[in-house]
Each structure stands twice: as structure tokens, then as C-alpha cells.
């Protein structure tokens, strides 16, 4: 079973932030937070990931609260080319790579 | 780079041949994972290599499925004979141990056995 909950739906409006949440409040010490995306038909695609500190890169920013239990991936103008379902994965990070994907959120982006 | 290669792209049989799909990781990766995805499941490991060594096929559904990686350019995921219910997209993804967190994925085959 994944490791992870999320909403299974969201809408954002074209050019606003999109705050996309995730619960994760079994994570162990050793686990990281993923982020992937999947547009439709496609491979899924890597966005950012983190350990407990927050994190940007030119795709996105990770929140990550304290307690390390829930984050925010947040996509700070979004286009209609991120309609997509993005997924929050909870993954060691050495040893196994064994990612558990669960259902995700679909993000639609409305113009 | 090429990224990661997958064939075919759409594979059409019938109940009861053998399938076989085909994946080319991307140059330099040493672990390759193969994943099944369908509406019902969503997106599940079937397996995973590193360094050609098969590490973890728990997610392997049945006998009927087997992969290989006989070298680290190429890996297969056979399934013999197939059913309806193996119908899904197989999505191949490769990455570099240990120095990266990022998993690469190919765009997938996707196969439909009537």
C-alpha cells in the first residue's frame, strides 16, 4: 500500500499558484518525499524531492513541515501544460528503490 | 541523450502468445525498473535490476511473467502465455545508483492481449 495520501482532484486557474498536498505521516527517518507528474499517456516525470528542508527548483517548490508528516508541492504559475496527475511518493534513500506510487492528484489547470 | 527506450510502442496479440517488451535504459544508468500500469491497479513494480542483477521481483504477478537484463544496455519483460488481464501500459525507467534521485522513464508500451 502507499505510503502517502492525496486529494484525488484539484482545479487551479491558468497564471495562480497551484499548492498540491500530501500526507505522509509514517515516514521514517530515512525516507525522502518525491514528487512526480504524469501528463496524459506519457512516462511519469521527476519534479523535486526532499528530506526535511524545503526545496526549489525551476519546476516547482517542496514544502516540507517540521514534523516532516505532510508537505506541499507548489507549482507557482501554472500553465495548462501542467494538467497532469502528480503523484507524492515516500522512498529510502539508499538501499532499496522501490517507489509505491499511489493514486495521485489530478490537477486541472482551467484557462 | 535518447532517454529511455522502449518497444514497441503498441503491441496487439492474441490470449495465449507469448509477449515480449522490450527496454534500452539510458546510457551510464545501472538500475533499471519495469512498471505495469492499469485504471483498476494504478502504477505498480513489477521489478527491478541493478547492476543487471534482478533485486526485486516481488511485484511480479505470476509465472507467466519473467525479465531478463543480460547486459546493461537491454532488458525484456516476456510474458508467456499472456491473458486479457495482462492488458496495461509497461513503462520502463531507468536511473544511476547512488548518484541520482531521479528515476527516468521511458513512454511506455502499451499492450492489449484479446
Known amino acids: 500500500d502507499a505510503k502517502t495520501t492525496q486529494p484525488p482532484s484539484m482545479d487551479c486557474a491558468e497564471g495562480r499558484a497551484a499548492n498540491l498536498p500530501c500526507n505522509h505521516s509514517t515516514i521514517s527517518g530515512n525516507e525522502y518525499v518525491y514528487w512526480y507528474r504524469q501528463i496524459h499517456s506519457q512516462g511519469p516525470q521527476y519534479i523535486i524531492h526532499g528530506l526535511k528542508n524545503n526545496e526549489t527548483n525551476e519546476m516547482a517548490s517542496l514544502i516540507i513541515t517540521e514534523d516532516r508528516k505532510s508537505s506541499t508541492l507548489i507549482l507557482p504559475h501554472a500553465t495548462l501544460r501542467d494538467t497532469a496527475v502528480y503523484y507524492c511518493?515516500?522512498?529510502?534513500?539508499?538501499?532499496?528503490?522501490?517507489?509505491?506510487f499511489g493514486t495521485g492528484t489530478r490537477l486541472k489547470v482551467l484557462a | 541523450d535518447a532517454g529511455v527506450i522502449q518497444s514497441p510502442r503498441h503491441e496487439v496479440t492474441e490470449m495465449g502468445q507469448e509477449v515480449t517488451l522490450r527496454c534500452k535504459p539510458i546510457s551510464g544508468h545501472n538500475s533499471l525498473f519495469w512498471y505495469r500500469q492499469t485504471m483498476m491497479r494504478g502504477l505498480e513494480l513489477l521489478i527491478y535490476?541493478?547492476?543487471?542483477?534482478?533485486?526485486?521481483d516481488s511485484g511480479m504477478p505470476e509465472d507467466r511473467f519473467s525479465a531478463k537484463m543480460p547486459n546493461a544496455s537491454f532488458s525484456t519483460l516476456k510474458i508467456q502465455p499472456s491473458e486479457p488481464r495482462d492488458s496495461a501500459v509497461y513503462f520502463c525507467?531507468?536511473?544511476?545508483?547512488?548518484?541520482?534521485?531521479?528515476?527516468?522513464f521511458g513512454p511506455g508500451t502499451r499492450l492489449t492481449v484479446t
Open positions: 511518493i515516500v522512498a529510502p534513500t539508499s538501499g532499496t528503490y522501490k517507489y509505491i
Open positions: 535490476f541493478n547492476n543487471n542483477v534482478p533485486i526485486d
Open positions: 525507467a531507468s536511473t544511476r545508483l547512488a548518484e541520482s534521485y531521479e528515476q527516468y
